[in-house]
């Protein structure tokens, strides 16, 4: 199953997301995170992208996994957070 | 004695171009082999840049910029999508131990943009610095701005609006929803200004150039002397825009 969720970050820029799930488990096959913000590195977006696969699309869950790899990373993002990505990706839940 | 940075008037080129120099200004400066640069340039033909994390195909309408001769290219920093029309770009490249350059990294495009502010007062135009990565003046936007840290090195490059043509430009921007598309047109007029606006004249390129000149030396509190790029920069810019900013498998990466 594939889809999309586009959501603007508050007092942050927009986040626009493209996810391919398991449609049983909610897990993310892939994901395409894209927006206006702001990552340093820019290369651990595609990390993420990565790390973020077989995790079960609850916000909850996300923000845990998101800010772990944030942290075991060292990844700064401006104009978006933990909380928001894992809100953008939750939103692209039926 | 004051600091010597140098100063590059590289012209109008393209877009491939502008991002390649800038790119290969930041690698010679990490290898410590040129002087902070602060650099002035346009673009030729007009162009769209993308920011690193933006998609290609959601932000730009490919076809119409290919119908109006409209280059466009992805960026190394993040931010978002911007034509580069009627406008001064400029680009700072400073090594990140400089005690200039603030390390947080918010602090620091207050910093940068703080000098793209006193240039405009030079031109008679009071701004403000709206964080993120915004210049305002009159609550409306002239200038936006992008940062990227590679190899302990920051560069900073962004845009002062000289004149603007939303109309234009959305024709070749995508919207997320063409049924408000003109509303948006609408709110955006509201949004943006630029140098003609506000001063109710044209000013030439080599002005807004002169004034930011002295918005940077000011700053930073350093002398720009005016430079060339070294055959080491110009080899590099050749490569990255050969290699990468021309390419498809960069431009459409995302």
Not at chain 2, 25 to 42: C, D, E, M, N, Q
Not at chain 2, 50 to 74: H, K, M, P, T, W
Not at chain 2, 192 to 218: D, Y
């Amino acid at each position: 199953m594939r889809s999309q969720s586009i959501y603007k970050v508050p007092q942050g820029k927009l986040l626009k997301i493209s996810v391919e799930y398991d449609e049983k488990e909610y897990r993310i096959k892939e994901i395409r995170i894209t927006g206006d913000f702001f990552a340093y590195p820019e290369e651990a977006l595609e990390l993420m992208e990565t790390k973020l696969q077989h995790t079960v699309m609850e916000q909850e869950v996300l923000r845990e996994k998101i800010s772990s790899i944030i942290a075991t990373y060292h990844i700064e993002f401006i104009g978006l957070n933990a909380e928001s990505l894992a809100r953008g990706i939750a939103m692209c839940r039926p | 004695m004051t600091e010597q940075w140098r100063l590059l008037q590289t012209g109008f080129k393209t877009a491939y171009s502008n991002m390649a120099v800038d790119k290969a200004i930041l690698v010679a400066t990490s290898k410590g082999k040129v002087p902070p640069t602060v650099r002035f340039y346009g673009w030729n033909p007009p162009a769209i840049s993308i920011g690193y994390f933006q998609s290609l195909n959601d932000e730009i309408d490919i076809e119409a910029c290919e119908r109006c001769g409209v280059d466009y290219v992805r960026r190394i920093t993040g931010g978002g999508a911007v034509f580069h029309q009627k406008e001064l770009t400029y680009s700072i490249v400073v090594p990140e131990s400089h005690p200039e350059i603030p390390k947080h990294i918010l602090n620091s495009y207050g910093r940068i943009c703080g000098a793209v502010m006193r240039g405009l007062r030079r031109l008679g135009i009071e701004s403000q610095y709206v964080p993120i990565n915004d210049i305002v003046s009159g609550g409306r936007k002239i200038s936006g701005n992008a940062q990227t840290r590679k190899f302990e090195t920051v560069l900073q490059h962004g845009t002062v609006l000289m004149d603007v043509d939303v109309d234009t430009m959305f024709s070749l921007l995508k919207v997320p929803d063409e049924k408000i598309k003109d509303k948006l047109i609408a709110d955006v007029k509201q949004r943006v200004t630029s140098i003609r606006h506000l001063l109710g004249k044209e000013v030439h390129f080599h002005e807004v150039a002169r004034a930011m000149k002295t918005g940077f030396e000011e700053e930073f509190h350093i002398e720009l002397i005016e430079g060339t790029l070294r055959s080491e920069e110009l080899t590099l810019a050749k490569q990255f825009e050969h290699d990468c900013f021309s390419t498809k498998e960069w431009n459409h990466r995302r």
